[in-house]
């Protein structure tokens, strides 16, 4: 009681009671800005110690019961100045202890504007004798601050302010100073401690760790490449050298084979030696995880995933060595018996797409309504490769992009049955590759990343981490990427790899998505004879899991030529010439008379034929123009009415079948005017809706397999960002 000038009876006389703390409180917590005054201090009685800043006695305090939160006490006694470390608000007459933190001195009076200091209220006007009391005032420390004990200094009682000392800082209602951090300086009366230098530092830090990540990363992508390269290579020479080793076992056990054979029966030797071989090579064969170790093994056959870099590349190089033995023993294979087993056993077959199309007619949007590609009847079989063909213009680009749906601004009539049923093209999206005409691939990146980028986004999500890396190390030794593997593949300012490669790395994109149906436009188109026929086996050996593979061709060599199993040959203005097998194009055109001269190669034939080059000097006396009315009439089907003459000039009249002419085709042709517009507006309607159902509404997924979402695909693009 040092701070107060009353005895101690006085001041617990002074303050408040139960009662009145719950009064105070209430209206306080309440919200109300102004409080209402108590009892004490209506109009009537209203007594000094209702001023702010002052408080007053209970007349007889024995009759105030202090547990009684209800009856407030009548206080007009000997009204005096508020003591220091209590608050006296306005309307109270009752003293109530300030709260740790707050600095609750005696108010002075400033004279100049006669307003008690340090707190903001003023002398009552018409109370000559009245002074300025002690705090009036208590709030939280946002809404005022006047309580509180003062930024600077720190107050460890209410009536105590001291300044912070050097070395520590305070903050607005602090009862202890507290020490700053050290490498900070902070001055007597601190407010607060200045971690500008902190800051400075971490900045300071941050750049320097980037500078070192933007120096070093290369270096550490070049080691982690490096090591990488070393486990690819270790496990291809494994492989290659296990191989090795079965081979010279297989020519052991031959050898002594053979030495017992001929004892028994000469003329049956060769072929036992060679069932013997092949026998040895599927056994060696199903041996495909001798380079791992036991528990990696394990894991495999659970069909789990396997960790180290090292372990990956040794399945997948076990893995393509085996494939490799497998195709040897397709080639060399003459019982039937052997090459089943063989790969039934081990070639894993994807599911199939067959495509057939019927009467596919492709006509432009517009004036004229030009045909671009007409009547096209045919098949495309799974685990076949067709190559379309024909003179430039003929529409070979057209027919591909029609069976793929990408054919936009076209009106299309016919049908297309996927597996036989009339199902959409983009229901089997995510298990069809289209390989354009153009280059899609990113030249910033590597021909490893760029393979990566497609077989993350396309492969199966849930496609373990050792079975990508076999797809992707296949491909790339399938394509002959292996030496470019790491190179750029190089845009128009920075050089990269070469046309070809870059063609091959295009191709390699759809590849690894491991498609059912796979379409390619003129994929050799600017390749040498060897590098095409390179890209010929990888997609032979696509076929062998049942892949139906089309593509366009130009001017391929013989060999090339022979590597096809279908071909579909297209005349100008998209009409079929011949669609089957390649090795019966020959004999079909011999029979109409053209036959291919001694030491031309027949593709270069044909399609000089077709531009009208060759002048047809046939016993049937066939004419160029007539050759597509020639297939439709071979193959029975309808002929169109505007080659009607065409075909009856190739036969005595009676000699057609009247079902084979009777086709109403443009007997609907000619349009009124209005009638133009109509049909107009409805195909471009229709175009319209084409294009909006692909782009925004979900064709229904018929493909089986189910991709990375959105967002893992973006991640991977953003990383494809980060490695340029
Ligand atoms: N959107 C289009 N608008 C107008 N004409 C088109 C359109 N698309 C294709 N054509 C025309 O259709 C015909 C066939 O084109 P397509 O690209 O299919 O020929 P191609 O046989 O692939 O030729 P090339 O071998 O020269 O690439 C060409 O005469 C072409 O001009």
């Given at each position: 009681?040092?701070?107060?000038?009353?005895?101690?009876?006085?001041?617990?006389?002074?303050?408040?009671?139960?009662?009145?703390?719950?009064?105070?409180?209430?209206?306080?917590?309440?919200?109300?800005?102004?409080?209402?005054?108590?009892?004490?201090?209506?109009?009537t009685s209203r007594v000094s110690g209702c001023e702010p800043g002052w408080a007053c006695a209970v007349s007889v305090p024995e009759d105030v019961d202090m547990k009684d939160f209800v009856n407030i006490p009548a206080r007009t006694d000997d009204c005096q100045p508020c003591c220091e470390g209590f608050f006296c608000p306005?309307?109270?007459?009752?003293?109530?202890?300030c709260p740790l933190g707050a600095y609750c001195p005696t108010a002075t009076l400033d004279t100049d504007t006669g307003i008690c200091k340090p707190y903001s209220y003023q002398l009552p006007p018409g109370m000559p004798n009245h002074t300025c009391g002690g705090a009036n005032i208590w709030a939280d420390i946002l809404t005022s601050r006047d309580l509180f004990c003062s930024s600077g200094s720190y107050c460890p009682t209410s009536t105590q302010?001291?300044?912070?000392?050097?070395?520590?800082?305070?903050?607005?209602?602090?009862?202890?100073?507290?020490?700053?951090?050290?490498?900070?300086?902070?001055?007597?009366?601190?407010?607060?401690?200045?971690?500008?230098?902190?800051?400075?530092?971490?900045?300071?830090?941050?750049?320097?760790?980037?500078?070192?990540?933007?120096?070093?990363?290369?270096?550490?992508?070049?080691?982690r490449e490096r090591r990488r390269a070393?486990?690819?290579?270790?496990?291809?020479?494994?492989?290659?050298?296990?191989?090795?080793?079965?081979?010279?076992?297989?020519?052991?056990?031959?050898?002594?084979?053979s030495s017992e054979d001929v004892d028994y029966n000469d003329s049956g030797t060769s072929n036992a030696s060679q069932e013997n071989i092949l026998k040895l090579r599927s056994q060696t064969c199903n041996n495909t995880d001798d380079n791992l170790?036991?528990?990696?093994?394990?894991?495999?056959?659970?069909?789990?995933?396997?960790?180290?870099?090292?372990?990956?590349?040794?399945?997948?190089?076990?893995?393509?060595?085996?494939?490799?033995?497998m195709q040897e023993i397709q080639s060399l294979s003459f019982s039937e018996v052997t090459t089943t087993m063989a790969v039934n056993a081990e070639t894993r077959r994807r599911p199939t797409i067959e495509v057939s199309f019927q009467d596919l007619t492709v006509t432009l949007k517009g004036k004229g309504r030009r045909h671009l590609l007409r009547c096209v009847t045919g098949k495309m079989m799974p685990g076949r490769i067709t190559a379309v063909m024909g003179p430039s213009g003929a529409g070979k680009t057209m027919f591909l992009s029609a069976l793929a749906g990408k054919a936009h601004g076209c009106k299309i009539t016919g049908s297309i049955l996927i597996n036989g049923k009339p199902d959409s093209i983009h229901s089997y999206k995510r298990i069809i590759g289209f390989v354009p005409q153009d280059d899609v691939v990113h030249g910033n990146l590597t021909?490893?990343?760029?393979?990566?980028?497609?077989?993350?986004?396309?492969?199966?999500?849930?496609?373990?981490?050792?079975?990508?890396?076999?797809?992707?190390?296949?491909?790339?030794?399938?394509?002959?990427?292996?030496?470019?593997?790491?190179?750029?593949?190089?845009?128009?300012?920075?050089?990269?790899?070469?046309?070809?490669?870059?063609?091959?790395?295009?191709?390699?994109?759809?590849?690894?998505?491991?498609?059912?149906?796979?379409?390619l436009d003129e994929p050799t188109s600017g390749l040498d004879s060897s590098s095409s026929q390179l890209l010929l086996r990888a997609l032979r050996r696509e076929t062998l899991e049942g892949v139906n593979v089309s593509m366009v061709v130009h001017q391929p060599s013989y060999l090339l030529f022979q590597m096809f199993d279908d071909l579909v040959l297209l005349a100008k203005g998209g009409l079929t010439v011949y669609h089957g097998s390649v090795r019966e194009v020959e004999e079909y055109f011999s029979e109409i008379g053209i036959n291919v001269p001694d030491r031309v190669n027949p593709p270069d034939y044909f399609i000089d034929v077709l531009e009208g080059m060759v002048k047809l000097n046939t016993s049937s006396g066939v004419t160029c123009e007539q050759l597509p009315v020639r297939w439709m009439l071979h193959k029975g089907y309808h002929v169109p009415p505007d080659m009607?003459?065409?075909?009856?000039?190739?036969?005595?009249?009676?000699?057609?079948?009247?079902?084979v002419l009777n086709?109403?085709?443009?007997?609907?042709?000619?349009?009124?005017?209005?009638?133009?517009?109509?049909?107009?507006?409805?195909?471009?309607?229709?175009?319209?809706?084409?294009?909006?159902?692909?782009?925004?509404?979900?064709?229904?997924?018929?493909?089986?397999?189910?991709?990375?979402?959105?967002?893992?695909?973006?991640?991977?693009?953003?990383?494809?960002?980060?490695?340029?």
């Open positions: 009681m040092n701070f107060c000038h009353y005895s101690a009876e006085d001041v617990i006389g002074r303050v408040c009671y139960a009662a009145e703390l719950k009064d105070y409180f209430e209206r306080f917590f309440s919200g109300s800005r102004y409080l209402k005054p108590n009892r004490n201090c209506n109009i306005k309307g109270l007459t009752c003293m109530i202890p302010k001291i300044p912070c000392s050097s070395g520590h800082y305070c903050r607005t209602g602090s009862t202890s100073e507290k020490a700053c951090y050290n490498l900070i300086s902070c001055n007597e009366g601190s407010s607060t401690q200045h971690i500008q230098a902190y800051g400075a530092m971490l900045i300071a830090a941050i750049f320097t760790i980037l500078l070192i990540i933007y120096n070093c990363s290369d270096q550490v992508l070049t080691i070393k486990y690819r290579e270790a496990a291809s020479r494994r492989a290659k050298e296990r191989v090795k080793a079965d081979e010279r076992t297989m020519e052991l056990s031959t050898l002594h084979q170790d036991h528990s990696s093994k394990k894991r495999l056959q659970k069909g789990k995933q396997i960790h180290t870099h090292s372990e990956i590349f040794n399945y997948a190089y076990s893995q393509i060595e085996k494939e490799k033995a021909v490893e990343e760029n393979l990566w980028f497609s077989a993350n986004c396309r492969l199966p999500a849930n496609m373990l981490k050792q079975d990508r890396v076999l797809v992707v190390e296949r491909v790339i030794e399938c394509l002959g990427l292996q030496t470019v593997r790491n190179s750029l593949v190089g845009t128009v300012e920075k050089r990269g790899i070469s046309g070809g490669q870059r063609k091959r790395v295009n191709v390699g994109l759809e590849m690894v998505m491991e498609p059912s149906l796979l379409i009607h003459a065409n075909a009856a000039a190739m036969f005595p009249e009676g000699q057609l079948s009247s079902n086709d109403n085709e443009g007997a609907a042709e000619d349009h009124s005017f209005v009638g133009e517009i109509w049909e107009y507006v409805k195909s471009n309607v229709k175009v319209r809706s084409d294009v909006i159902r692909h782009n925004f509404l979900r064709t229904k997924d018929l493909s089986n397999r189910s991709t990375p979402g959105i967002l893992v695909q973006y991640r991977y693009f953003l990383g494809r960002y980060v490695s340029c």
